[in-house]
């Protein structure tokens, strides 16, 4: 483990394969499931906790294949014992895995996404209300610890949100599935920049929660979905 109080290592459990009829083509898609650990002076936040089990439709669905949390973990040079609080983006079944293995520790979570996850057809159900679960419901933005901040971003579900964490002059963006792919943030984040410069109409829209990420000096973006990571260029300051 890093001395950095604000360190950010990503962790790889597992991947699930979309199937065509998901993924806007011809062919299914293998895609990562990715998930992060947040090494703080307060102690240790887990976004996210992997692909969970239970629900054989899923199973024929995506044929996951897992990578144990407690292996992820040990990678990292800690133990699921030692995790201080869980933050998941949203609760379908590829992002909160392995939070009954967490048992008696704090997630924290939207309260509408909550709601969603409770009112059924939703997520794997045992993964949401198991024995010993604890919930800190939010409505809206919220700080975690100093300098590590969950910020709504909806559009995957109602209650998906995200995790900024600062590190230094700038901070890390934990965006989850806000977006699929780096790709699609770039593009957002393009047709933002050419609205705020005055181009002229037709634009595309882009996600209006981008203008508080940038209010926060987001510099990296890392994803639930994507190996590849969103930096800016050098001198790319967009207000």
Do not use: K
Not at 82 to 105: K, R, T
Not at 188 to 196: E, F, P, T, W
């Amino acid at each position: 483990m890093t001395s950095n109080p604000t360190a950010v290592h990503r962790m790889d459990l597992g991947y699930f394969v979309r199937p065509a009829l998901e993924t806007g083509g011809p062919q299914p898609r293998v895609e990562p499931v990715l998930a992060y650990l947040v090494e703080h002076e307060r102690g240790l936040l887990l976004f996210d906790t992997g692909i969970g089990e239970g629900d054989p439709g899923a199973e024929a669905r995506y044929r996951p294949r897992r990578r144990s949390l407690p292996r992820a973990l040990a990678a990292a040079g800690v133990a699921v014992a030692d995790i201080s609080i869980v933050v998941n983006c949203h609760l379908h079944f590829d992002h909160c895995g392995g939070n009954p293995l967490l048992a008696g520790v704090p997630v924290l979570v939207q309260e509408t996404e909550l709601a969603a996850a409770r009112a059924g057809d939703y997520t794997i159900d045992a993964l949401v209300d198991f024995p010993g679960a604890v919930y800190e419901q939010v409505s809206g933005e919220v700080e975690v610890w100093p300098g590590v901040r969950v910020v709504p971003t909806p559009g995957h579900t109602e209650g998906h949100q995200s995790l900024v964490v600062r590190q230094g002059d700038s901070a890390v963006v934990l965006a989850g599935q806000a977006y699929d792919f780096a790709s699609d943030f770039a593009s957002d984040r393009l047709a933002r920049r050419a609205a705020l410069d005055g181009v002229e109409r037709p634009l595309p829209p882009y996600r209006p929660w981008l203008d508080r990420l940038a209010e926060l000096d987001s510099g990296r973006v890392y994803f639930a979905h994507d190996s590849s990571v969103w930096e800016p260029a050098p001198g790319d300051a967009l207000p």
